[in-house]
């Protein structure tokens, strides 16, 4: 028989018995629904978390350390740091310097090293100052998506002097009431520790002579500090931080400058009072960190590796995340088998269906078979009148559970809004989730289509005849 | 009792009719039996048959002989417990189940007692059924069903359910069915048993005209029946089984 007549009387023998069928396909219907709500409340953590961890650049990002020589002389480094195996064919600790640097660059899958510029200075909007955490901010910044929700612009040019304010910061530097939109256009104050390079000793000059800020060659002879100032207008405020990420991955802060103005401030950073107590050896530029962004976070772990055996000490969140998403695939596993459970028990109500349907109709498949079908005819009868409750039971599923999903939502969103906090779409049904849970209702449909399809195909056609 | 075996000679065989050296069916020395607990039944026993084409065959009989067993061994509904049926000359009882569904669709058309038209389509949907089955194209099938109905008067009534109709008329609506895929040959258990007497002679009339129609091609026709008297008109033979086995055999026409 054609696909079209068996759909045909399949689905006119399903309206002969319309409140039995439709009760077995709303069993369906609900077991889908079960399934699909709870698969997308675990999609939609997922995705939650993969924006935060995304947005915070964490996932194409290294941060590269010189590797520091502990006190008892093994190579050391805190938290995830990778540092070389014993044994390993790993060169010795070596400078962070422009060196370095260029031979980073030079790797396969880098995009960009940048140096981590980070100190901390007083910001100052009269009449409030605040102490906060500046950093410099790469130009690709801009066009790598981790500025979304950013009022205002990024910065006009690589030299501008411009700044970009965490939302939180612009709360805390304006006055209350006042919404951190309003602190674009103004100026913004910093004061900082600056370097000034100390002249050698033979050209020492009379202390009222001006110094001058430091040189990368003028580092060995040492440097002194003095409080600097300089202005900035804002282009750009960020929203509040949900996650405590920030838009720059490692560079979390509440003031963003250019990278490139930033360096040219010469802040005094941690590291430079290393490298003064031990760079008798050390000639040129050299970084306390520099960030690394990779293509794509598939490049991370061989780059990562490479840097590892030039000496240095790398850190990125690729083992998190890597993590992080084994957790969410058992998750979403064990969301799926208990959602799984509620289409297990509208399977038995299909075969209680179907064989009840046989039963009431089996003097109908004897006349079918002594007109001339064969079993073959009989069996995909049945499995199409399984297949269509499926179908039309996996489509009201999704439905349904789309809208217990917008229910959650909105409950979700109700609940955050009145604890003070934003409320994130922790609900997401993607297609291959829709076009999955209701092939998956066919699918189950058909298995429990199995054992009444055979048995009435099996059906002797005398028997079937004579039964009244 | 010594099973009978013969050919019988028929007269007025149209000319036209396809079969394989002039037999639409040969049975030879079929058995169907059966296990009822310890005891074997013997429903249907060594019986040897030839029923050439165009003929009207009578199987008569008291209830149990045995007689709709082998109408149901001709139709392949059931299969021999031994020996040969030979329809249109290919072994039924070498046939695969998809085989003998092909033969039930297209060689046969089969008339019961009972009518047994599904009740809950309508006449046309019930003439239609065969055509799915034998995967007849959309395009044909209302042409096929509407000369199917009208040949057997119903040509008004093609929208009614079966519950709509009266008993001959139900019967009407079952031999277009068993036709509307122009079998050969067309089996009829018991097509009056279910009728009144003037019912019954008009069923039989339209098979009689089924037989030899006026014009065009006849069938071959194996009928069940217990009237004598209506066999005796109608039939061109009568074959009388008594236990499973030909008891008796008279050649009318």
Known sequence: MKVRDLTELAARNLREAVLRNSLTTLGIAVGVASLVALLSLGVGLQQLVDRSVARAGLFDTISVRPRQNTPFGQPGGGGGRRTPQEGSNVQPPRALDDAARKEIAALPNVLEVNP????????????????????????????????????????????????????DMAKRLLDDGKTPTTLLGQEITLRFAQRQALP??????????????????????GFSIVPSEKKFRVVGVLPASDFGGGPVGFNNAGLYLPLAVAEKLQVVQGADLRNVARTSTVVGQQYAALNVRASGPAAVAQIESSISHMGFAVFSLIDVTRNLRTFFAIFDLFLGIFGSLALAVASLGIINTLVMAILERRREIGVLKA???????????????????GLVGGVAGVLLGWGIGRIIQLGTMVYMKRQGLSSPNIWSVPWWLVLGAIGFAVLVSLVSGIYPASRAAQLDPVEALRYE | MKPWRGTLRTMNVPENVASTNGFAIRADRVSRHYKMGDALIRAVDQISLEVRAGEFLALLGASGSGKSTLLNLIAGLDRPSSGAILAQGRDLAGMSSEELAS??????????????????????????????????????????????????????????????????????????????????????????GNLDTKTGEEIMSLIAAIHRPPSGAGRTIIMVTHERALAERFADRIVTLSDGAISREERLR
Request: glycine share 8%.
């Open chain 1, 200 to 221: 050698p000793p033979s050209q020492q000059a009379p202390s009222d002579a001006p110094n001058q800020a430091v040189g990368p060659d003028e580092e060995a002879m």
């Open chain 1, 116 to 167: 981590e510029v980070r100190f901390t200075a007083e910001a100052r909007l009269e009449p409030n100052s605040q102490l906060v955490l500046v950093s410099g901010m790469a130009q690709s910044s801009q066009s790598s998506g981790t500025l979304d929700g950013m009022t205002g612009n990024f910065f006009s040019g690589a030299n501008a002097e411009e700044v970009i304010v965490q939302g």
């Open chain 1, 371 to 389: 007109l001339g079908a064969a079993n073959r005819d009989v069996r995909q009868l049945f499995f199409a009148e399984a297949g269509v409750m």
């Open chain 2, 103 to 192: 033969h039930r669709n297209q060689t046969i058309g089969i008339v019961f007692q009972s009518f047994q038209l599904l009740p809950r389509m309508t006449l046309e949907e019930n003439v239609e059924l065969p055509l799915r089955l034998a995967e007849v194209p959309r395009g044909e099938r209302p042409e096929r069903v509407s000369e199917a109905l009208n040949r057997v008067g119903l040509g008004a009534r093609v929208k009614h359910r079966p519950p709509e109709l009266s008993g001959g008329e139900q019967q009407r609506a079952a031999i277009a069915r068993a036709l509307v895929n122009r079998p050969m040959i067309l089996l009829a258990d018991e097509p009056t």
